[in-house]
């Protein structure tokens, strides 16, 4: 087959019309055209009167060679590429020994599928519980302010990305195409099959709960084996190489080949791998807020006329604003038609995330709007970003009254430098609930400065951003992890043979799709090193 790619449509095209521009595309009689099948579709918003589709497309033509030859110096036509997943390594005979996997989000999960599909009856070990038990406790905390330090937006089966916007693209490079591996498994487990085509493809909270335990399914009936309240107390280390974990109740597991894959708030076994002597050290991070608009106002500042579309659906955005006093300061995990909410893992802390359905249908669309910091911002041990995080966070939760209700202000107050008394037109989203406060407290000074300057430049970009009713809620700390478990080109860590750091927590991925490829790769090395070659 050939791949067209760039294919620019109307966005109220007709089938006919689509078969008519791959015929003129490609020069061809209408005859010569067999098939054709949409790999990718996106949109192009920059004009609002006159967005369009545009296309990547693979065709089957009746004279493919001679159509390709006369496109040899055309990027945009292609032989289509086989992005068929084919596994590296297949489980010797025998194996006694089996591989660990800490933690069963996007990472993990997708370590223990790919392990079990070789063979290699991997044993998950998930600190927290199964997701529909796991969703009860969460809600737990949202209505009635009752907290589980095991078992929350972050601690759980799928991870901290089953209670988000559960978007399924990115953009690192993906030369093997492990992404396309990634949706397909979905598709498989009850994902809309649209995830496959669409360009920001996304799936949303209610329906990852049950894609998930059909993958937890298909992982146990390959031979692997997932525990669930199961939190790894140690990796037990001799000369330089693992040799087991010991879990919380006192058991100790057997193993040369542990995949920590812990995500981005497993703070206790940052800092037990710290104090066992794995090498650890302290990456950059984000912190801001959840700002909040009418789903409505960012629909019409990015689609016009066709805002509502259903081709289109809730809009998004993505803003960067780089600031006078040397900070840059951006929108992150963009949550159309979606609510801010309750995501701590610790008591007596206050975390603001975003999350959406499938449908993306709630009035309001949130956002974070965060600013940029380094280890130069929290210096001295690399555990250090961790004591910011609780800091700024412990704040937070007193600032919300101390009940885990957020602090909140509207963003006309906020550029003002006064305290909110009653909210406007946007009604927070976040619950159990949001105490009208000053922030300017909630945040160091420079970052406060940054988001002064940011918000009226984004009002620039998109009118209305900085509308005075318009939401902020605090705080946003867990943007990505603050720590680093440093691996070298085997996928292992630097100092510690059979360690295998993987996904967001150690640094590796941000978001689910990242995070499960990470997964992919790092499976893939865990199995080629059991199997004694070296993963190229």
Known sequence: MLRITELKLPLDHSESQLQSAIIERLGIAAEALKSYTIFRRGYD????????????????????????????????????????????????????????????????????????????RPIILERGKPVRER?????????????????????????????????????????????????????????????????????????????????????????????????????????????????????????????????????????????????????????????????????????????????????????????????????????????????????????????????????????GIVVGITPDDYPGHPLAGIDLQRQLEKKAFELGGGTYDAPGQRVGDFLAGRASTQWGSVTPSYTPGVHLCDLSTALPAYAIEAFREALPAFDKKIPGFAMADAVLTGVETRTSSPVRIKRNEHYQSINTRGLFPAGEGAGYAGGIMSAAIDGIEVAEAVALSIVGISKK
């Open 135 to 367: 969703t009860k406790d969460t809600f737990g905390l949202w209505r009635r302010r009752e907290f589980n330090p095991e078992s929350n937006v972050q601690f759980g089966e799928g991870g901290a990305g089953t209670f988000s916007d559960g978007k399924l693209h990115t953009q690192i490079k993906d030369p093997h195409h492990y992404g396309r591996k990634v949706l397909t498994e979905f598709v498989k487990a009850g994902a809309p099959p649209e995830i496959l085509y669409v360009s920001k493809p996304h799936i949303g909270t209610f329906r990852l709960v049950s894609m998930i335990e059909e993958m937890r399914g298909t992982i146990e009936a390959l031979g692997g084996e997932i525990r669930f309240e199961s939190r790894v107390e140690d990796v037990l280390i001799e000369d330089g190489a693992v040799r087991g974990v010991t879990l919380a109740n006192g058991e100790t597991i057997d193993t040369q080949h542990v995949v920590i894959a812990v995500g981005h708030s497993a703070r206790d076994t940052f800092k037990m791998l710290y104090e066992r002597g794995v090498y650890v050290e302290a990456k950059p991070f984000s912190i801001g807020f959840r700002i909040e608009h009418p789903q409505s106002l960012i629909d019409r500042c990015r689609f016009g006329k066709y805002a509502g579309h259903p081709l289109l659906g809730a809009a998004d955005y993505k803003l960067v604003h780089h600031c006078k006093n040397g900070r840059s300061v951006y929108s992150f995990c963009m949550c159309p038609g979606g609510t801010v909410v309750a995501a701590t893992s610790e008591p007596g802390h206050v975390v603001t995330n975003g999350m959406s359905q499938y449908s993306r249908n709630e009035r309001n669309a949130n956002s």
């Open 45 to 120: 918003a920059r004009k609002r009167d006159s967005i369009a589709l545009i296309y990547t497309l693979d065709v089957e033509l009746a004279n493919e060679s001679a159509v390709l030859s006369r496109f040899q110096a055309d990027p945009h036509v292609a032989q289509t590429p086989d992005t068929r997943y084919q596994h590296v390594a297949e489980a010797p005979k025998g194996l006694t020994m089996r591989p660990v996997v800490i933690g069963f989000g996007p990472c993990g999960l997708f370590a223990g599928l790919l392990l079990a599909e070789m063979g290699f």
